[in-house]
């Protein structure tokens, strides 16, 4: 196994560990409700799902729709999975599992 | 603090989308690592101790092309920043009342979709539980070393005789992102939400798509400051 690539990995595994727990580790105080900490961090969450649902769904678009059909299956089976009892593993599992028939419905055809 | 097998089990189960999202995704980074020249070892080393997805496909890139270890490990770092949000973001939603006693060991899991899992659960009104995040962040872990083992033992052409398995398969991060982000999504995150997207799309199109995460987070999580 190659050393500069141990080095490589150890040294990003490293960081990776210190930004995922050391922050959680030396907070050593709550962030005053309201505070402009608080409010930095709550919105922290909801900003990186959209971040990372927009980066996941962009590649689909851009430059040209790979496949729009598809696309739209899966994105309406998750929402209309997710509704009813707010299930995140029902909707992923419909979603997936409605773009591959999709896909494979227009493949057929 | 909620030190449970039944918590356990839970985080287990709902890591469930996790596991059926990093399989395939890691599966492709160890037929791509064999492809661009590592053993298996090496492909399976760089998940157990990277264990950041995107990373890992530049980390190939960057070895491949001759960039010093020192550089690439620095660009792999870079890429990863964002993760200091988590853990605070986190621990926020949790309360004034939740244990980081082993957030050493189980916020090595914090992965994205982790946290955004995690994040849901408690928006759902699902108490903190350091052993939920220990099967949550164990379960996805292992998805992704056991993903990357068998692409690295399969090689390439594994998924090629079922593209519509292959395609609904590549969906999966994507509707697992949706999912967690109507598990948060309510009138007061709206606009965090909204930056976010605008900023992310903004980005991704202008610069590149490590600089629109960059930009829809930050952008988002700034948007949060602004009172109503």
Known sequence: MSGGLILMAVLAGAANWAFRALPTILMRREARPGGLAARFLAATGPAAMATLFVAALLPELAPAPKAPVPLLAGLAATVLAFLPRRSVVAATLSGALAYGLAFAVMSAG | ?228
């Open chain 2, 1 to 228: 603090m909620t030190t449970s097998r039944p918590a356990f089990r839970a985080g287990l189960f709902a890591a469930l989308p996790i596991v059926l999202g990093y399989a395939p995704i890691a599966f492709s980074f160890g037929v791509a690592a064999t492809r661009a020249g590592l053993t298996g070892a090496e492909a399976v080393m760089l998940s157990v101790v990277i264990y950041a997805g995107a990373s890992q496909f530049l980390a190939l890139a960057l070895v491949t092309s001759g960039a010093p270890a020192l550089v690439a490990a620095f660009t792999l770092i870079a890429m990863n920043v964002r993760h200091v949000l988590y853990g605070p973001a986190l621990m926020r939603q949790a309360g004034s009342g939740a244990s980081r006693r082993h957030a050493w060991a189980w916020a090595w899991g914090l992965t994205d979709e982790v946290f955004g899992q995690a994040l849901g659960a408690l928006a759902r009104g699902q108490r903190f539980s350091e052993s939920y995040m220990f099967g949550l962040g164990l379960a996805a872990y292992m998805a992704w070393i056991g993903g990357t083992a068998a692409g690295a033992w399969a090689g390439g052409g594994a998924l090629d005789r079922w593209p519509a398995v292959s395609a609904g398969l590549g969906f999966m991060l994507t509707a697992l992102f949706l999912a967690l982000l109507l598990s948060v999504l309510s009138r007061a995150t709206l606009r965090p939400v909204a930056v976010a997207a605008l900023a992310c799309t903004a980005g991704s199109l202008a610069l590149s798509p490590a600089w629109g995460i960059l930009a829809g987070m930050l952008g988002g999580a700034l948007a949060g400051l602004l009172r109503r």
